[in-house]
């Protein structure tokens, strides 16, 4: 496989995961039209944020073994399928219910995109430069994120929440399209996909744990999105400033991510950046929850923090063999949704317990410091695989 042809993939992949997080952040985007539209509350559009993902626990293998199944790219497409139905009956229906429906059914289809494009991915990149890859790769659902802030509010504000939402439905009609006619998988990658064997023993065991270092790392970060806004409110901060304080992580992030993993591949030191970059993260969190001067610490910790994504989304490459990926990443993902989908529960429970929101800084760091633990015990387990 030339190189040309495993960036273009690369680059295939990025462009239609990018309409996965537009599609995902299209309601948060656009709340004060949901909220008029509906006439809901904010429990109820927390419902509407939440059902898209939320499915994770329960769809993530299986969408891996289907893949094993029907193959890789019709798996994906069918997933891709999945959001342009959806999108189509939020962008064209009027009753609430009716949007509940659409936002579950294109989230089980980002989901299955999900768990199947990171095994695309590694197909192409294993063994060689695939930090760099997962780090270009995972830095497509903040783009998207980004892209859905910027775009969506000016187009609802002049078209309405219809029309808006007919936006988010071209965006994933454009990602299907891109992906069913420019994309082909690695060679072999089909073959390897339909024998679907599953993890056992040793490898079982490292896919979960790489699955738990994952999850807690984008827990970590979820203290940071879920719970900055209310700690620096809790000092006085405006809801405006408090937001836009926090935001500076995740605008920090999206710059650092993919260089976490082309350091890693340069220098061949995946789990040296994926320690260090969580480490310094642990710490700045903690460093966050106590001091006024928060600015620079938000900084610091979307810099040195985003540097571990690449690393950490290399793991399953060195854990898993290429009949395995399928069915492996299923495994992964599980654990990766069952870790965002608990852990703001948790830090909230505990904030109230505590009484502050620092709490849940607190809790992100020793979410990271229980990642780098699970990350040492796989160098050790698979040191000749990595």
């Known amino acids: 496989m030339n190189l040309t042809n495993r960036w273009v993939a690369l680059g295939v992949l990025f ?52 893949g094993a199944r029907i193959g890789d790219k019709r798996a994906v497409a069918i997933g891709l399928v999945l959001m342009v139905a959806g999108g189509a009956l939020m962008a064209a229906s009027t009753g609430w219910n009716l949007q509940l429906a659409g936002r579950f059914l294109a989230g089980v289809g980002a989901i299955t995109l999900n768990v199947l494009m990171s095994k695309l991915v590694t197909d192409y990149f294993a063994g060689r430069e695939i930090a760099t ?28 929440l219809s029309g808006a939402m ?67 409110s809790e000092r006085g901060w405006d809801l405006e400033t408090s937001a836009g304080v926090t935001s500076i992580f995740l ?31 642990a710490v700045m969190l903690s460093i966050a929850a106590q001091v006024s ?15 571990a994504a690449g690393p950490i989304m290399s793991l399953p490459a060195a854990i898993l063999s290429p009949e395995q990926r399928a ?7 599980t654990l990766f949704y069952f870790c965002t989908a608990s852990a703001p529960f948790l830090a909230g429970a505990l904030s109230d317990w505590v009484g502050t929101s620092r709490a849940a800084f607190h809790f992100g760091a020793v979410q990271l410091l229980v990642a780098i633990l699970l990350a040492w015990r796989i160098r050790v387990a698979f040191a000749q695989r990595s």
């Open 251 to 281: 605008w920090v992030a999206c710059l650092s991510i993919p260089f976490g993993g082309l350091i890693a591949d340069r220098l061949h030191k995946r789990d040296a950046v994926l320690m260090v970059s969580c480490l310094v993260f």
């Open 327 to 333: 069915k492996g990443m299923g495994i992964f993902y």
């Open 133 to 160: 890859a997962m780090g270009i790769f995972v830095n497509s659902w903040p783009v998207g994120i980004a892209a859905a802030l910027v775009v969506l509010p000016s187009i609802g504000l002049s078209s309405g």
């Open 15 to 66: 462009l239609a995961r990018v309409a996965m997080g537009f599609q995902f952040q299209s309601v948060p985007a656009l709340t004060p039209l949901f909220v008029d539209a509906y006439d809901i509350d904010l429990t109820q559009l927390g419902l509407l944020i939440a059902v898209y993902l939320s499915p994770g626990v329960v769809i993530a293998f299986p969408g891996g073994t289907i």
């Open 166 to 232: 007919t936006a988010v439905l071209v965006a994933c009609i454009a990602a299907l399209l891109l992906f069913v006619i420019a994309f082909r998988p690695a060679a072999g990658a089909a073959a390897q996909a339909m024998s679907g064997a599953m993890p056992s023993g040793r490898v079982f065991r490292g896919i979960v744990a790489a699955g738990l270092v994952w999850g807690l790392y984008n827990a970590a970060i979820g203290m940071v999105f879920g719970f900055g806004p209310a700690m620096l």
């Open 293 to 307: 001067a928060v600015v620079p610490v938000f900084a610091v910790m979307g810099a040195i923090g985003g540097l």
